[in-house]
């Protein structure tokens, strides 16, 4: 997994190369597109999304706030430890194998994959993200509770290590049966964005 992250990090260095010196002064003039959503649907529709979801919707159905508040800050606390059950049984999991691998096929697109349950807590993920619940964030509160197909697009920010604007699009997960079952967070490199689908 580790050795993956530092290949897609040649790959995102390489693919965009950004050296000039406004690059950080303004976003890429690019929009995220019906196809490119469309993209994003068309992998999330995967047997495998569904199952994971239904099984951790299923695990967790009887959490309540401080349950999730508490595993959450488990979470936070083994992001400085060595040792971390938690963070790597959620890193190992078949959804987060196959979201590395979506990623690493993006050539670059994708910087970043993660998948919510209903509840906002990662089912999977592309790398580790500093938190374990995103219940509280607008990538939850502005999809999952609006509708079945809501696609909430975040601002624009600059990444300064890698020298590239990255933009967060996040959408419901929707069931064959219309079922709500969770929530993806899909983070974009804005700048290869740029290159394949040219200025909005």
């Known amino acids: 997994m580790r050795l993956l992250s530092v290949i897609l990090s040649i ?50 159905a ?4 401080n349950d999730i508040l508490g595993l959450d800050q488990a979470w936070r606390k083994e992001r400085d430890k060595s040792f971390q059950p938690m963070i790597a049984a959620t890193l190992n999991n078949p959804l987060s194998t ?28 592309s790398s580790v993200t500093s938190d374990f619940w995103q219940g509280d964030e607008d990538k939850y509160l502005k999809t999952f509770p609006v509708s079945v197909d809501e696609v909430f697009i975040d601002e624009p920010e600059w990444d300064e290590s890698f020298k ?14 219309g079922e ?15 290159r394949r689908f040219g200025e909005s």
């Not at 260095?13 to 469309?38: C, F, M």
């Not at 009887?62 to 706030?65: A, E, F, P, T, V």
């Not at 709500?180 to 740029?194: D, P, Q, R, S």
């Open 98 to 125: 196959y979201l590395t691998q979506i990623q690493a096929k993006s050539l670059g697109l994708y910087v970043e994959i993660f998948v919510m349950d209903n509840k906002g807590l990662n089912a999977g993920q």
């Open 180 to 194: 709500k079952v969770g929530v993806a967070t899909v983070e974009f490199n804005m700048n290869e964005l740029k």
């Open 164 to 177: 590239i604007w990255r933009l967060q699009v996040s959408m419901t997960i929707t069931s064959e049966t």
């Open 11 to 60: 790959v995102l260095v390489t693919l965009t190369g950004y050296s000039q010196s406004h690059a950080q002064s303004r976003p890429p003039k690019v929009s995220i597109n019906d196809k490119v959503i469309e993209d994003v649907r068309n992998w999330l529709q995967q047997p495998l999304v569904f199952i994971t979801l239904g099984a951790q919707n299923q695990k967790y």
């Open 62 to 65: 009887s959490l309540g706030n």
